[in-house]
């Protein structure tokens, strides 16, 4: 018998959940109905200021309330969002460099109690209070801006020729084609013969001179794309990686708009290619003309010797673009070159670089590589701001990885995009809301925080265009204009910092390669602008530069159906979004608040009635709580704002309390707390079904073991 009774307690003591009566103490390693783990940013991350902490949860529990546990204190844990098969809790405390232990209390809808644990030997979850990738404190309160510097505005017409001097068509041996100047409203060539070799003069004096137009739009953040010497209008194929091309300036130039650009308070961010250079890169010049005797050959793959340069058989390049010779970055003298060129623009005053490409390094080294140089530049600007082009989600890349963000086209296109569109209407996944939560479950919310939320580039169709507008010279549709302006509306209301391409705040249209011209990259025509789409901008971007709760890092996504999509923004639920992307009206009910709208992006009227929203066809509604909008309406605004179409609402009389809990009522006992230990969790009052299933389960028990022991000849 007693052998008995010591088998029994080693199955129990096996089995992962611990039963207490009507409490049930859960370790986290073993089951499935939890997941959370303190070493991964995913679970736990420090984001404005807070420890955000995270927990999954299987969505078979019928969860009434979640309490995260430090010491004496208790804090409340909402929702994020619902996955498939896992509901997203998260917490908040406030971060002082100081770590903690911690643990989390479950209540079900039954009244049974869950405790949450670490494991048996270690109960209490373990925060050190060490971060190895701070977040970047100014990212998420700004609108941000890519400039492509030849197409936005000439500031210095004395340089427009120095485009075609140092043209790679001038060392590529491959081709006659020659270098075109043009006048600025001169109409883009055939992509096949000057894609990227067509010049019309813009440069830095001009982004200079259009600071305070950018400014009125709200933007504190400018994305530059190459401005190094290179061979092409693009500027990829740099040619040295510490001079300004001529044609755009000199480096008096780029600090004088480093200067003015920090009296708006806008940073700027620089665009650098570390995996491929120019033809007329000094290096490569260098091993044309020496061949294998060049001190440089090491720092290509070259397959054969003599090469034709822009022969992109002869040696290793992007893409098998002749044009775009590969770097060999497993040559430190290689890694050295490009870690000191970035330190010195970073010297210089830019406040954060965009890295081009970063997956066409080698696979085993290229992590290793970014890492090395996100450590180098944080030694030295911890503040700097670290951007990887990378088109999918990656979070190996962000979550304690080498970049504060990617190029977010995997929200912009794979998602906003395509709801905006029409699609996404479906369930689950298929469906924008799960979408999103899919999306945000899979990065830290420090991540989420410094998010660099672009949807069109200068490598895709223009946005309008991708919405139906049409090519260049087209007339946009009143229905493309309107998911332009739902779109972008979502845009500005996703954490981190909304990034628009020059032009799309003025209506434009234009389609990408690869056949026939690069419309999307066609000069700013400064006389020509859609005033409906510009005016929408300038109130998007008053919004998010005002409005405190679009700063942090919390987004908490709404399970909906159908065309409509609706999420919070602020710790506190402060701010409300309202979208939808059908071409019928629908009706949505609003949780208890006082609600007043804030913007409507079609510019319809809307009213609040019985707390029910009619949200208009493709549409997306700002709603803000009362407090919320006090402050708002304090802060001055600007001349042009009473022609935007904002309409005001009644308040409600009810109180919308989401956000930490005002309720000192405990889901358990106060002598529960009070007797609680590490080592121990002591009995609770009875929960009879509970104890019912405890007994059954030791008599299945007893009898297995008792056939188990009678199969096995044990004499007891």
């Not at 809808?109 to 190895?132: A, E, H, P, W």
């Not at 259009?210 to 990829?236: A, M």
């Not at 822009?310 to 770097?327: F, M």
């Not at 919320?628 to 919308?656: C, G, N, R």
Request: aromatic content about 16%; glycine content about 8%; proline content about 5%.
């Amino acid at each position: 018998m007693i052998c008995k009774l010591a088998l029994l307690l080693m199955v129990i003591f096996a089995f992962p959940i611990v039963f207490y009566s009507n409490s049930w103490v859960i370790y986290i390693n073993e089951s499935n109905l939890f997941r959370h783990n303190p070493r991964d940013t995913v679970y736990l991350s420090v984001a404005d200021g807070y420890v955000v902490i995270r927990v999954w949860s299987s969505r078979f529990l019928n969860i009434d309330s979640f309490w995260l546990l430090i010491g004496d204190n208790r804090f409340p844990m909402k929702i994020q969002f619902n996955l498939t098969d896992y509901s997203v809790w998260f917490g908040y405390v406030s971060y002082n460099g100081s770590g903690f232990k911690y643990f989390f209390e479950v209540k079900l809808s039954n009244g049974s109690i869950i405790t949450l644990l670490n494991d048996r030997f270690q109960q209490y979850f373990v925060f050190d209070g060490f971060i190895k990738y701070m977040q970047v404190s100014w990212v998420g309160s700004r609108v941000g801006y890519q400039i492509f510097p030849d197409r936005f505005y000439n500031g210095d017409p004395s340089n427009d020729d120095y485009g075609l001097i140092y043209d790679s068509l001038h060392y590529d041996n491959t081709t006659n084609a020659k270098p075109v100047k043009s006048k600025w409203n001169d109409p883009p060539l055939d992509l096949l013969m000057h894609c990227c070799h067509q010049y019309y003069g813009g440069d830095l004096r001009g982004v200079i001179e259009k600071l305070d137009y950018l400014k009125e739009l709200g933007v504190g953040l400018i994305y530059l794309n190459p401005i190094f010497l290179s061979g092409s209008v693009h500027g990829y194929d740099t040619y040295d990686h510490f001079r300004i091309h001529p044609m755009f300036g000199t480096l008096d130039d780029v600090k004088k708009l480093l200067e003015e650009a920090h009296k708006r308070d806008i940073k700027v961010i620089f665009d650098f290619v570390p995996g491929h250079v120019g033809l007329g890169f000094w290096a490569f010049q260098d091993v044309y003309v020496n061949g294998p005797n060049s001190r440089y050959w090491d720092w290509f793959t070259i397959y054969r010797y003599p090469f034709t340069p822009g022969d992109g058989r002869d040696y290793k390049c992007w893409e098998g673009i002749g044009t775009l010779p590969q770097l060999n970055v497993l040559n430190p003298e290689v890694k050295k070159y490009l870690f000191n060129a970035v330190m010195y623009w970073f010297e210089i005053g830019f406040d954060g670089v965009r890295i081009d490409t970063p997956l066409y390094l080698p696979e085993n080294y290229r992590l290793e590589f970014f890492h090395e140089l996100r450590d180098t530049i944080k030694s030295r600007f911890p503040e700097a701001y670290i951007v990887g082009e990378i088109w999918f989600q990656a979070p190996d890349w962000v979550n304690n990885g080498p970049f504060d963000s990617l190029m977010n086209y995997a929200l912009g296109m794979g998602i906003l995009l395509d709801y905006a569109q029409g699609k996404l209407n479906g369930v689950g996944f298929n469906h924008v809301s799960g979408r999103l939560a899919d999306y945000f479950a899979k990065y830290s919310v420090s991540v989420a925080g410094m998010g660099f939320n672009n949807i069109g580039t200068h490598d895709t169709d223009r946005t309008l265009t991708m919405l139906g507008g049409g090519g260049l010279w087209d007339t946009p549709s009143p229905e493309s204009i309107l998911r332009l302006k739902m779109l972008s509306t979502l845009q500005y209301m996703m954490p981190g910092v909304p990034v628009i391409f020059q032009g799309d705040e003025r209506g434009y249209t234009g389609r990408a390669g690869p056949r026939g011209p690069d419309e999307q990259r066609y000069t700013i025509q400064w006389d020509r602008l859609n005033t409906d789409v510009y005016n929408h901008y300038r109130y998007l971007g008053w919004i998010k530069n005002n409005l405190k709760p679009l700063h942090t890092s919390i987004i908490r996504v709404f399970d909906t159906s159908g065309s409509l999509l609706v999420f919070t923004r602020g710790y506190n639920d402060e701010v409300l979004v309202v979208a939808n992307n059908d071409r019928i009206s629908v009706a949505y009910e609003l949780p208890p608040g006082e609600w007043s709208i804030l913007y409507v992006s079609s510019g319809e009227e809307v009213v609040i009635r019985d707390r029910k929203l009619i949200i208009p066809p493709l549409t997306a509604i700002i709603l803000v709580l009362q407090k919320q909008y006090s402050d708002i309406s304090t802060t001055t605004e600007p001349e042009w704002l009473s022609s935007t179409p904002v309409v005001s609402t009644p308040w409600f009389t009810e109180s919308y309390q989401h956000g930490i809990s005002t309720s000192t009522e405990s889901p358990v006992s106060t002598n529960y707390l009070e007797e609680r230990s590490e080592e121990q969790v002591v009995k609770s009052t009875g929960n009879l079904l509970v104890i019912f299933i405890v007994i059954t389960a030791t008599v299945v028990v007893i009898v297995v073991t008792q056939i188990i022991l009678r199969n096995l000849n044990v004499r007891v």
